[in-house]
């Protein structure tokens, strides 16, 4: 699927939620870094008894 003209900000068509600030996507670089940062790693098997006791559903 193709990316939304930056103009468009409403439905039926493919749109952004909110206006971008600038006319240009994000550098690949910089993104991966910042999500390998901030990536939640998984759980391990051990600890998914503690916290689904300590979750409230």
Same mark, same amino acid.
């Given at each position: #699927? *193709? &990316?939304?003209? #930056? ?7 493919p749109?952004? &939620? ?7 996507? !994000?550098? *690949? ?13 998984? !759980? ?13 559903f």
């Amino acid at each position: #699927m *193709p &990316l939304p003209a #930056m103009a468009c900000t409403q439905p039926p068509e493919p749109y952004w &939620l909110r206006p971008l600030r600038g006319d240009r996507l !994000v550098p *690949p670089g910089p993104l991966r870094d910042l999500l390998a940062r901030h990536r939640p790693g998984p !759980v391990p098997h051990e600890a998914l008894p503690d916290l689904l006791s300590a979750a409230s559903f």
